[in-house]
């Protein structure tokens, strides 16, 4: 019996992460693994283009996103840190600063909860610590930019 293909954004971000964790260890090819992965999952076809957004994004965008991870978690550095952890944040950061068609506190609840799935014991915590840094910094910053923006307006 054949299961009905699945939807939603929490089975792709799913699959994102599995497919972005095989590449970081073996490094697979991201097509390949992507789409075996969509396939054995049963995700709809828009599920699966999700996913793979992700995956392409984050790959793209590997270096800045890992600097940010860096500059959010200096007592962690990124090459010692749990690939699963690594990758959560990969794709939360990905999501919270290029992508940005979700809420800043979905993201975080996602990662938290593939966290919860995949990681270890304190990765929920770790996990919901940088990204609620990274949303307190972004907020800041918005603040202050509107702050110059409004000052500017009155001399």
Sequence with gaps: MQRPPRGGRHPARRLALQT????DFNRADPRETHDR????????EEAAAFAW??????LAHRKELDA??????????????????RNILRIA??????????????????????????????SPKFVNGVLATAVGEQSGREERERGRQGSAGTT
Excluded at 37 to 44: I, N, P
């Design 20 to 23: 972005l964790f095989e590449i």
């Design 37 to 44: 992965g969509a396939f054995r999952a049963g995700l709809t």
């Design 53 to 58: 957004d992700l995956v392409a994004g984050v």
């Design 68 to 85: 940010e991870i860096a500059a959010l978690a200096p007592e962690f550095p990124i090459d010692q840190m749990a690939r699963i952890d």
């Design 93 to 122: 950061l990905y999501e919270l600063r290029v992508s940005g068609d979700a809420p800043a506190a979905v993201i975080i609840d996602e990662a938290v909860e593939l966290a919860r799935m995949f990681g270890s014991e304190a």
